[in-house]
């Protein structure tokens, strides 16, 4: 079945993703979308942005549909 793998991505490029994935040929690979926003710089912010998904990521690693 291949590495489990998941995209992650932030909302204004879901789209482009998506295309992304068509082209190469992996229209359902999984994908979480977070929230965009540029300033994010430091590690603490970035943490932050993830936390709210980290089960959605860990679930579409590990179950498979």
Do not use: C, W
């Amino acid at each position: 079945m291949g590495i489990p793998s998941v995209v992650i991505v932030t909302e204004p490029f879901v789209a482009a993703a998506k295309a992304n994935a068509r082209a190469q040929g992996m229209p359902d690979i999984a994908m979480v979308v977070i929230p965009h926003d540029y300033l994010v710089e430091d590690d603490a912010q970035v943490q932050a942005r993830l936390e709210p998904v980290i089960d959605e990521i860990l679930e579409r690693l590990y179950v498979r549909a």
